[in-house]
């Protein structure tokens, strides 16, 4: 049997401040996505059923919350004797040793394995977007083209694109110009922080800018326009659904995607099933009190109050006379008889007591999550008022 051709490399490492109090305690890729799901599922179902058959996740932030969810690779079949998933941790020794200073750099720190590993193409993802992406069609396509690199693409809003890689294309979907987060970006055409390298060249890119100034940083600040300027780039259009979900509200917004029919990522593909970690929970109980209107809610659960537009996470409580509106409830919330939640993100094993109020019609998404001291989830007091927008720690 001839050796794989390509390698994957899951970027997992980063601190993801951007979501607050929801990676206080716990890897960005590790955070739940619509009830049963972890965000680092989808590269690695995307490499399970494009037939990738050799994962490596980079890590370094909060590297427990993540090794869990991993479970040595067996929900993706990748709990093999020979090749399957590998995790890479930073180092200590060597000239390769400490923290990744950007993902080009985590790339670089890593150069010595990956070239060990003898494969002809490196296909590099983030784990922080929802998305749905067949590999194999990309990976021909890199071939087919004889690229350096070949970059998927996707059309944003104008807004979007200051904080993405955008490109500019010219005849036969050759990148003929980069900007990293621009100001005033020249296109709305925006990388997906997906990649396929050809591993030697991108190996020899990494050591020559590995010695200038300014170091390698993230792949948009010198890798990415060094490859450009060499002719030899690519873009690879997708035009389904994809979401960077790397801010509090991007996050929600996502899940409120998700709850209008045919406006979010297709979960219950057959021919493309998302592949997790399972869950060991019952199935949930809907009492005769309760009322629901169209959103998510997954195993475990007790709903005896109001529930519309919203996703429960396994074990979530709903109690009768409580409402929850527009809203994203992670694992073993409880929201308590009279209590209110409206357009909110509320962390695992946060308690909403009774009559209390989170959030509100309008305004800034409210988010309670788990405070570091408070070892069983954030308390909202009974009768309190959580306003629009978010505290700067959980109350209680």
Known sequence: MAAPRTLALVLAGGAGSRMELLTERRAKPALPYAGLYRLI????TNCHHSRVPDVWV???YQLHSLNNELANGRPWDLDRTYGGLRILPPQAGGEAEGFHEGNADALWRNRE????????ELLVMSADAVYTLDYERL??????????VTMVTTEVSREEATRLGVVQTGDGDRVTGFQYKPGEPATTIATIEVFA???ERLLEVLEDLAGADGGLEDFGHALLPRMV???NAFEYRFDGYWRDVGTVDAYWESHMDLVEPGRGPVLADPDWPMLTLGVDAPPSRIEPTARLDHGLVSSGCTVAGAVGRSVLSPGVVVEEGATVTGSVLLHDVRVRAGARVERAVVDQHADIGPGATVGGPDGEI???GE???VEAGARVEPGARVPRGRPPHAIG
């Not at 394995?113 to 002809?120: S, T």
């Open 41 to 44: 599922d989808f590269p690695l």
């Open 197 to 199: 390298y050809r591993t």
């Open 371 to 373: 405070y570091a001291r």
């Open 366 to 368: 409210t988010l309670v």
């Open 139 to 148: 990976l021909a396509a890199h071939r087919e083209r004889g690229a350096d």
């Open 58 to 60: 980079l890590q370094q």
């Open 229 to 231: 300027e060499d002719g």
């Open 113 to 120: 394995l990956i070239a060990e590993a003898g494969r002809e």
